[in-house]
């Protein structure tokens, strides 16, 4: 579970940002796909469009890191998966990822003509921002 994680219906940490403004589901989680994983950490198109001002700091991906799967150790691309939303200072983040069924053949996992941007910095802890 990321720190500082955000649902839907607000924020748990104190560096959060609640994303109640992300136009969700009523359960709080999101649906995407899989553009990249790295191995570690990866990014995430979203499958609707989430209204939040952070979402366009990385030109619409959503930021996953490992430590924020829930039931499984690594993503693939192409992957559709259901994840809860955070904000903090590098941007938006999925936390509470899971793997879901695929109802159609892969294809909404990336975006013609874009990259992922490359990996936020390391978070420091245990400071003031």
Request: aromatic share 6%; net charge positive.
């Amino acid at each position: 579970e990321g720190s500082g994680a955000a649902t839907a219906g607000g924020a748990v940490g104190s560096n959060a940002q609640a994303a109640d403004d992300a136009g969700g589901a009523p359960d709080g989680r999101f649906i995407g796909n899989v553009s990249s994983w790295k191995g570690r950490f990866g990014w995430v198109v979203p499958e609707g469009r989430i209204e939040h001002r952070a979402m366009s700091k990385h030109n619409g991906f959503i930021y996953v890191a490992g430590k924020d799967l829930d039931g499984v150790r690594d993503l693939n691309p192409g992957d559709r998966v259901s994840f809860e939303l955070y904000t903090d200072n590098q941007g938006i983040g999925a936390c509470k990822v899971r793997v879901e069924p695929r109802a159609s053949p892969p294809s909404a996992g990336t975006r013609p003509g874009l990259r992922p941007p490359p990996p936020p910095p390391p978070r420091q802890l245990g400071g003031a921002a």
